[in-house]
């Protein structure tokens, strides 16, 4: 698994960035070490305490990436988010997948490396604004190194906030499938027939992000098939079904564990929590 590069709004203090502004003023004189790969390295701040990462670890960095000519290319302060990454294990190796294996919480250091050293080990081109072998340096700061299960439940806690007030700001009277998480309001009752494992739910939908950024709908008149229990669609979809009658009408919070998971889709984000409105227009039962 190679490293991976996402966003995760935490807001930076404003100290941290002050601190590059005066790092940046002086980077002329930073003496910088090297690695026996080549990545040039200075601390300005090393954590007493805390212990190293491994392969799979989530690591919360605040970050600014400047070109050769001191121009920003990525600031994570004005951002206002952190950046997540994930270090990889061997055999895939990369010098700032290197840089990540040095890092524990409460570190500051800054890095040096070409530009295509850090891109295309993540099968990435080199962006236009950049060249190949020009160097970059990150100033970065670390906020929290994670394992993957204090990552997850990072998430889930991040997550069950971010659905808790968008109902509340939507005012739905919802209820808590407890065994799924799904927030759900019928908005119109229908005739008291339930879908099983097995049946045909003909139904119309629109599926957005919590932000309305839409994702996927049906057209006007149009409908679509679903199987409940069928592991070819979003199993968060086919637990809905099974909680609403046939003719009504449902909003619901689908958690990202219930949706398309940690890894998200071709269309669909990593960790997606999904907001879903459906018209269950016709069960077929199966004989």
């Known amino acids: 698994m190679r490293y991976r590069l996402s966003l ?9 960035f002050s601190i590059f502004l005066v790092l940046f003023s002086c980077k002329k004189e930073i003496k910088y070490k090297k690695t026996a790969f080549g990545l040039e390295y200075f601390y300005y701040e090393k954590a007493d305490t805390g212990s190293l990462g491994k392969p799979g670890y989530y690591y919360l960095i605040d970050m600014v990436g400047q070109r050769e000519d001191d121009s920003i290319f990525i600031n994570s302060y004005k951002l206002g988010q952190k950046i997540k990454f994930v270090r990889t294990a061997p055999p895939f190796h990369s010098l700032f997948n290197g840089a990540l294996a040095m890092l524990k919480t409460g570190d500051s250091i800054i890095i040096r490396m ?9 099968g990435q081109s080199v962006p236009n604004y950049l060249k190949a072998k020009e160097k970059i340096t990150f100033t970065m ?8 299960e204090a990552h997850l439940l990072s998430m889930y806690i991040y997550e069950l906030d971010k659905m808790m007030e968008y109902v509340k700001q939507k005012k739905w009277n919802y209820k808590t499938d407890q065994q799924t998480g799904i927030k759900y309001e019928i908005v119109k009752k229908g005739n008291s027939i339930i879908a099983e494992e097995g ?3 003909e139904v119309s939908y629109l599926i957005t992000y919590l932000d309305g950024k839409i994702i996927d709908r049906t057209k006007p ?13 979003i199993k968060g979809i086919s637990r809905l079904l099974s909680l609403v009658d046939e003719g009504s009408k449902v909003q619901a919070i ?10 998200g889709s071709r269309y669909v ?5 999904l907001v879903v409105e459906m018209e269950i227009l016709k069960i077929n039962k199966i004989k």
């Open 8 to 16: 995760n709004k935490l807001v930076a203090p404003v100290v941290l």
């Open 114 to 122: 070409p530009a295509d050293s850090f891109f295309r080990p993540l």
């Open 141 to 148: 700061k670390v906020k929290d190194v994670l394992n993957p």
């Open 199 to 201: 049946d045909q739910v």
């Open 221 to 233: 008149g149009d409908k679509v098939k679903y199987v409940v229990g069928s592991p070819d669609y």
């Open 254 to 263: 689908i958690p990202f564990a219930q949706a398309l998971g940690e890894e």
């Open 269 to 273: 984000d990593p960790y997606a929590t």
